[in-house]
Each structure stands twice: as C-alpha cells, then as structure tokens.
C-alpha cells in the first residue's frame, strides 16, 4: 500500500515540475481578454433596470430558439429573463403610445 502511495507522490511531483509559470499564465491572459471585450450598450441597460418594485407575475411562453436564446444571454451575462421581458415590454409600449390610447378607449367603454 505505501508502494502505491509513494508511486502516486512521484507522479504528481512529476506533474507539478514539468508545469511552467509561462504555461499557467496563459489562460489567465485568455479570461482577461475577454473581460477587456468592450460591453455592448444594451448590456448595461439591461443591467441597470430595476425590478425591485415589480410585484405582478406572467406566464410567458417563447418559440424554442427565443427561450434557448434568452438562457444563453443569461450564462454570458447573468442577466435574469425576467429582466429582459420586463425591460423589452417597457421599451415596447414607449415606443408605441398608440397602444395606451387603445387600452384606455377599451376601458372607457367598458365603464359606460
């Protein structure tokens, strides 16, 4: 059993000699890299868009790719899909006020 451990020790010492700083340096040059990657604009809006008073919940569904997309854009940048519905449907509805009025003028009759 000692044969087999002090076997394995060997190993590892030949491992661990046989590593470079030059060759462990490396990869972290990579991961800098890609942190120095310029972050595109609607990243950081997407960041900074609050939900915290946000208390109503939907049930959304997505065709395949969209939902495959939107869990993708959430490992590359930890940005949670609520917050990218949330802040799409927010831009949405500003960039056409015509659907308020439509909103309101329903209500409106409904009240009658």
């Given at each position: 059993m000692s044969e087999i451990k002090s076997l394995a020790d060997q190993l590892r010492s030949k491992i661990a000699k046989t590593e470079t700083p030059a060759a462990m340096e490396a990869p972290a040059e990579k991961k800098k890299e890609k942190k120095l990657a310029v972050i595109p604009p609607v990243i950081e809006l997407l960041r900074a868009y609050d939900l915290?008073?946000?208390?109503?919940?939907?049930?959304?569904?997505?065709?395949?790719?969209?939902?495959?997309?939107?869990?993708?854009?959430?490992?590359?940048?930890?940005?949670?899909?609520?917050?990218?519905?949330?802040?799409?449907?927010?831009?949405?509805?500003?960039?056409?006020?015509?659907?308020?009025?439509?909103?309101?003028?329903?209500?409106?009759?409904?009240?009658?």
């Open positions: 915290a008073d946000h208390k109503k919940m939907l049930h959304v569904r997505f065709e395949t790719q969209t939902a495959q997309m939107l869990h993708h854009l959430k490992m590359a940048t930890g940005i949670e899909v609520n917050k990218v519905v949330g802040y799409a449907v927010n831009q949405f509805l500003e960039r056409h006020p015509e659907l308020k009025t439509i909103i309101k003028q329903h209500l409106q009759k409904l009240e009658l």
